[in-house]
């Protein structure tokens, strides 16, 4: 089955501060999404994403499939953005059979 | 608007005995998943139904069974509840090509 890498493990931001999370996957996709799990651990879809370039407020993702990766940025980070951030990758077709990264754990401190 | 509906949200357990969790979702997706997360790792799936009448295996699916009771519905039975089996599950569904929508979970105890 396809491999799925995330990174970093954890992080910690200062409120305001910028980040980029990393996701790598071993084969070609069809399906790429980004999750996040808030700290009462709800999943909530951030972007369904197998190529290109998506943007939701503070929130942007960039996906190159070609590349094997996507990337997750936040920008001016809010202490609401704490959580676990999980990429999930699949190549079965319409539904979504997919594989989850370990994702990154991030923590933003006022 | 509901979206995907678990019930129960806690359950404890004891060796042997067997539950079913219930899931349902009202926004007519084909597809349904069946994931468990254990503490510091991501979801693994369990089985999923890509439309209403089927069902697969995922990637964790010994001591599970499944029902996809209707377009709405899909179960989850354990049938002689063991205590690796404890952990947090979650239901979830999606259109074709479309982003998966996530229930609440179940955390499931198993002494």
């Known amino acids: 089955g396809i491999q799925v890498e995330q990174s970093p493990p954890d992080l910690i931001l200062q409120e305001g501060a910028n980040s980029t999370l990393r996701c790598n996957f071993s084969?070609?996709?069809?399906?790429l999404q980004w999750f996040h799990q808030n700290p009462w651990g709800q999943l909530i879809n951030l972007f369904y994403i197998p190529s290109g370039t998506k943007q939701n407020g503070r929130l942007s993702a960039t996906t190159v499939a070609t590349e094997r990766y996507s990337l997750l940025y936040i920008s001016s980070s809010q202490t609401t953005d704490s959580g676990v951030y999980f990429c999930a990758v699949g190549n079965s077709g319409g539904y979504q059979k997919v594989t989850f990264g370990t994702g990154t754990k991030l923590q933003v401190i006022p | 608007n509901a979206g995907v509906t678990q019930t129960p949200k806690f359950q404890v357990l004891k060796t042997g005995q067997s539950m079913t969790l219930q899931c349902a979702q009202d926004?007519?997706?084909?597809?349904m998943y069946w994931y468990r997360q254990d503490p510091g790792m991501g979801l693994r799936l369990i089985y999923y139904s890509a439309s209403e009448g089927t069902t697969d295996k995922g990637e964790v699916p010994n001591g599970y069974n499944v029902s996809r009771l209707n377009k709405r519905e899909f179960s989850l039975r354990l049938e002689s509840a063991a205590p690796s089996q404890t952990s947090v599950y979650f239901c979830a569904s999606s259109g074709e090509y479309q982003p998966q929508h996530f229930g609440d979970g179940t955390r499931l105890s198993i002494l």
């Open positions: 084969d070609s996709v069809n399906n």
């Open positions: 926004m007519n997706h084909n597809s």
